[in-house]
């Protein structure tokens, strides 16, 4: 069965600096891909940043990067130079090779960015 | 612009009532999701549908009911035998259910019952 765990039920970070949101999962499957999305108030779910298990290199997309450790099952998402509208919920989400390309939650993380 | 439609985007729904919850799509997906929150929580899948004609429940399919009769449509019903159907839904959907590329999401519909 697959498993992801977001350990951070909630963080505070000031405008400007950067953060890491934890991601951690679980799967036997070799094949693998870990998402993340954003979710704003309105509830709505962004797609921000996606990491496959055998990409060689961490993703990047503008100011968000995902630190992808492989032996370790984790996939933490780094968000750089944050603004006041990164605060929202960030949900980490992983799909294995199975059929009907379903995805499997994380509880999610709040963050809240301070000015 | 293409997309994903949910409506409505509020409903209200008394006990023993069932509803039915839309969801379309113009991005010519095959494969069709629906999903439930509930409040500071993850997501948890209801049904999902690979192509039209068929679908395949999820985690939590128990209380609900689905269709598939046209590629860009996938309703839910949420019945009566649904215990406890307060909750926000989102509807997602992927070009197949082999492709590699991310879900799309619609905006959801927020279920109270009353």
């Known amino acids: 069965a697959q498993k992801i765990t977001q350990t951070q039920p909630g963080m505070f970070v000031q405008e400007k600096e950067a953060v890491t949101l934890d991601c951690t999962y679980d799967?036997?499957?070799?094949?693998?891909?870990l998402f993340w999305y954003k979710q704003p108030s309105s509830g709505e779910m962004i797609f921000l940043i996606y990491?496959?298990?055998?990409?060689?290199q961490n993703a990047t997309e503008g100011r968000y990067s995902l630190n992808f450790q492989k032996a370790r099952k984790s996939a933490n998402l780094v968000i750089s130079a944050s603004q006041l509208g990164d605060s929202a919920m960030y949900f980490c989400?992983?799909?294995?090779?199975?059929?009907?390309?379903?995805?499997?939650f994380g509880g999610g993380t709040r963050l809240m960015v301070k000015p | 612009d293409g997309g994903i439609t949910q409506s409505p985007k509020y409903l209200f729904r008394k006990e023993g009532q069932n509803v039915t919850l839309s969801c379309e799509q113009n991005?010519?997906?095959?494969?069709m999701y629906w999903y439930r929150q509930d409040p500071g929580q993850g997501l948890r899948l209801i049904y999902y549908?690979?192509?039209?004609?068929?679908?395949q429940k999820g985690d939590i399919a128990e209380g609900y009911s689905v269709s598939r009769e046209k590629k860009e449509s996938f309703p839910l019903t949420v019945t009566s035998a649904q215990k406890n159907p307060t909750a926000f839904y989102l509807c997602?959907?992927?070009?197949?259910?082999?492709?590699?590329?991310?879900?799309?999401f619609g905006p959801g519909t927020r279920l109270t019952v009353l």
């Open positions: 989400a992983m799909r294995t090779n199975n059929a009907g390309n379903m995805l499997t």
């Open positions: 799967t036997s499957d070799p094949s693998y891909g």
């Open positions: 990491q496959g298990s055998y990409d060689q």
């Open positions: 991005l010519n997906h095959d494969a």
């Open positions: 549908s690979q192509i039209v004609n068929d679908f």
């Open positions: 997602a959907s992927i070009l197949t259910a082999t492709s590699t590329d991310t879900q799309y």
